[in-house]
């Protein structure tokens, strides 16, 4: 069946760091995606991967503003998106974003909350 891993699992975890009225927030996931198939013919696969993210946030005030260093796929790993294949058998490929990495300033404010997001990807892997 397409897209349709036999195993998946995800590991979360958060810990808070209190300092008074403000406090550090450490988080990190890591997602285990076993091998599957695009399309039922099963001849493009994706091979399993591992994948992990973290995030580190100072929140200042209660939390009303905060400041988030974040990663995303810190690996790197290379996982395909989509493929399709047409009728003469060429196929097209779509990757998933590379290790990205950035820094996050918001706010809230009475229940709405903003942010800015500053954001970067490894070039690498398309050197």
């Known amino acids: 069946m397409p897209y349709a891993p036999k195993t998946t699992f995800s590991l979360n975890g958060t810990y808070r760091i ?3 009225a403000d406090q550090l927030v450490l988080s990190g996931t890591v997602l285990h995606s ?3 198939y695009f399309e039922p013919d099963n001849i493009a696969k994706q091979r399993a991967y591992t994948s992990f993210n973290a995030v580190a946030r100072f929140e200042i005030d209660n939390g009303r503003y905060y400041v ?3 990663g995303k796929n810190l690996g790197n790993v290379a996982v395909t998106s ?3 294949t047409n009728p003469t058998g060429a ?3 779509s990757l998933q974003p ?3 990495y950035g820094v996050t300033l918001g ?3 009475e229940g709405y909350a903003e942010a800015f997001r ?3 990807y490894d070039q690498s892997r398309f050197a």
Do not use: H, I, M
């Open 91 to 93: 196929s097209n490929t």
């Open 34 to 36: 076993g091998s599957y």
């Open 118 to 120: 500053a954001q970067s």
């Open 18 to 20: 209190p300092t008074g």
């Open 107 to 109: 706010f809230k404010c």
């Open 82 to 84: 989509v493929v399709l």
């Open 98 to 100: 590379p290790r990205t």
């Open 68 to 70: 988030e260093a974040f």
